[in-house]
């Protein structure tokens, strides 16, 4: 259903982006990507690290690193995908806001909500 791919929005060392390989119909689970969380005092030390430009926020107290595809897509404010925490099975579920053409980029708000035009946090001075 989806893959990973070259990217024109990421200008990251590796470029890479969450595509559909298929017509994904709105409210469609894309992808569960497990969770490996951890305290937010340690997230210090994730910092120092290139993991710490992918973690998310995970409930009030922890952080988190998403595997899967979870870490690959990329930000927009007029995203095509959302996500939801489940913190039962431990995993971000990742779900089509829209219709998603085969051959389309899957992007979501990295504000977590998709209404959020918040400046990001790595854009802030």
């Known amino acids: 259903m989806i893959e990973v791919k070259t990217s024109s929005l990421s200008d990251g060392e590796f470029n890479r982006g ?6 994904i119909k709105k409210g469609e689970l894309l ?7 951890y305290p937010n005092e ?6 120092q690290t290139i993991l710490g430009d992918y973690a998310f ?9 998403l595997l899967g595809y979870g ?9 095509n995908a ?4 489940n913190f039962k099975n431990h995993t971000f579920d990742f779900f089509a806001f829209e219709d998603i053409k085969a051959g389309e980029e899957i992007l979501i708000n990295y ?3 998709v209404d959020d035009k918040d400046p990001l946090w790595f854009n802030q001075e």
């Open 18 to 23: 969450v595509f559909a390989k298929v017509d």
């Open 31 to 37: 992808h569960e990507a497990p969770v490996i969380a």
């Open 42 to 47: 340690q997230h210090q030390y994730v910092e």
């Open 57 to 65: 926020e995970y409930g009030l107290d922890k952080s988190a690193i």
């Open 71 to 79: 870490m690959l897509f990329n930000h927009s404010y007029e995203p």
């Open 82 to 85: 959302n996500y939801e925490i």
């Open 111 to 113: 504000n977590g909500d």
